[in-house]
């Protein structure tokens, strides 16, 4: 598995994590690494994703419900919204990742954590929040 994409499955690991529980993230996010550290690589390229999102979590998800429509982000399972999130921030905070790139692996990690319907909606609601982003 390439370290990119060790690091975006490590990363949603934390951020389920995250949404489940309370608490400190700092806090969550340093004993999720102690206890879960992985290869290093994987380990910085998560811990990177996961701040950038827990830091612009409020417009990330403003904009997933503005693609979303029908869908407000409570109403999704946690493993949904968490990879809505995910794909979402490496959309937006990530130039070096295509973005089309950044959506096929939040699509495949739905396909392996999600329920059955997930990964076809993770891939439309990225899908428009990337053509909305193109057209601003």
């Known amino acids: 598995m390439s370290g990119r994409r060790a690091g975006r499955e490590l990363a949603f690991h934390l951020l389920y994590h995250l949404d489940r529980v309370e608490g400190n993230p700092d806090e969550e996010?340093?004993?999720?690494?102690?206890?879960?550290?992985?290869?290093?690589?994987?380990?910085?390229?998560?811990?990177?994703?996961?701040?950038?999102?827990?830091?612009?979590?409020?417009?990330?998800?403003?904009?997933?419900?503005?693609?979303?429509?029908?869908?407000?982000?409570?109403?999704?399972?946690?493993?949904?919204?968490?990879?809505?999130?995910?794909?979402?921030?490496?959309?937006?905070?990530?130039?070096?990742?295509p973005p089309q790139v950044a959506i096929d692996e939040a699509v495949e990690l739905a396909k392996q954590y999600g329920p059955e319907t997930s990964s076809g909606f993770v891939n439309a609601i990225l899908d428009r929040l990337l053509r909305e982003q193109t057209l601003a």
């Open 29 to 97: 996010m340093a004993n999720f690494f102690r206890l879960d550290s992985g290869r290093e690589g994987d380990r910085l390229f998560a811990e990177r994703l996961a701040r950038k999102l827990l830091e612009n979590r409020g417009e990330i998800d403003r904009l997933l419900s503005e693609a979303s429509e029908r869908w407000s982000l409570r109403r999704m399972d946690a493993v949904t919204r968490c990879l809505l999130r995910l794909g979402a921030c490496e959309i937006l905070h990530f130039p070096e990742t």
